[in-house]
């Protein structure tokens, strides 16, 4: 039966020592985020990071923004929300309504404020290596790797799911870790056959049950970024639980394993963000 990688335990950590380190040093960190449209699930992710950034010490700002808002409209408040020497952060949460561009968006926030690390600057210096904002959700996988002294050299890792979010930056986290990477998606001939020999798979796809049991090896590590609802409505990933985890060594429970630490490390890039602008 796999050990239980317990991300909520961490997050809580890992939030604990910022609040610490914001008292400590009388630091005054602060977060925009822009909610454009009316999705409600993202009004529930942007609730619970106000919620993370109010035990952190963290000034928090909701733009809202309706359904009809124009592109230009959009990347004014962006353009604003740069120039206001306040702002650390700036978070264009996501999805927003269709019609209107987001990458140009993501690409619009200055690379110091963009804590989701989605502009192409950060991307790109993620890419080649050097230090810049990683995207919270891999950020926060490498971090429980790191807690739970998960070694990656040499290891063959294999990631469903290609989305800029989580599954490219993933990737990218893997391979500097010097994790050997195979990238599935929706075009993949045979996953089964991609994900056999795997010792580590993070799964991101959005599909619950999409990883079955006899899919994996024995002693994998299973990462379940997913979020889906079952029958019953209750929130589960995209591994089938109960089965994968008698094959797996360690395994990420959904709720309480990524989830969390995504938002810890939106806090974790808000303080840094904060610290860079005073060292300019
Ligand atoms: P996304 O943009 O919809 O990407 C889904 C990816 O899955 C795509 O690359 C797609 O391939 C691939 N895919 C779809 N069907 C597949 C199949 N049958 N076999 C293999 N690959 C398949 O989703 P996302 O934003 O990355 O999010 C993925 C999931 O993670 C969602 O459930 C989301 O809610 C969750 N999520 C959780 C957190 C967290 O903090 N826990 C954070 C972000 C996202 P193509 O590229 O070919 O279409």
């Known amino acids: 039966m796999a050990e239980l ?16 380190k914001v ?12 909610l454009c449209g009316n999705n409600e699930a993202s009004k529930v992710y942007v609730r619970n990071k106000s919620k993370a950034c109010d035990e952190v010490g963290i000034k928090f700002k909701e733009y809202l923004l309706p359904n009809e808002t ?21 978070l264009l949460q ?23 690390g989605f ?18 959700t891999p950020y926060g996988i490498m971090k429980i790797f ?12 294999a990631i469903v799911g290609r989305s800029n979010i989580v599954g490219k930056p993933m990737a990218q986290c893997l391979l500097s870790h010097n994790a050997t990477v195979t990238i599935c998606h929706s075009k993949t001939k045979d996953l089964k056959q991609e994900l056999k020999d795997a010792d580590v798979i993070v799964a991101a796809v959005g599909k619950r049950n999409i990883i079955k049991a006899d899919m994996v090896k024995e002693g994998v590590v299973v990462i379940d970024v997913g979020m889906n609802r079952n029958d019953e409505g209750k929130l589960c990933g995209d591994v089938d639980f109960e089965n994968v985890s008698k094959k797996a060594s360690y395994i990420t429970p ?10 810890a490390m939106l806090m974790n890039n808000v303080v840094k ?7 300019k």
């Open 70 to 90: 124009k592109q230009e409209e959009l990347l004014e408040l962006i353009d604003k929300l740069n120039q206001d020497e306040s702002v650390d952060g700036i």
């Open 5 to 20: 990688l317990n991300g909520k335990e961490l997050a809580k950590e890992i939030r604990q020592k910022l609040k610490e």
């Open 119 to 136: 502009n192409p600057y950060n991307v790109g210096k993620l890419t080649i290596g050097e230090d810049g904002f990683i995207p919270c």
């Open 146 to 157: 790191e807690k739970y002294k998960i070694d990656l050299e040499g290891k063959k890792a």
């Open 273 to 279: 963000a904060h610290l860079m602008k005073g060292t």
């Open 23 to 34: 008292e400590k040093e009388q630091l005054t960190p602060n977060l925009a985020v822009i």
């Open 254 to 263: 959904v709720p309480g394993g990524v989830g969390p630490m995504t938002i």
């Open 94 to 116: 996501s999805p927003i309504p269709k019609g209107l561009n987001i990458q140009e968006a993501f690409a619009r926030i200055s690379p110091e404020k963009d804590v989701d």
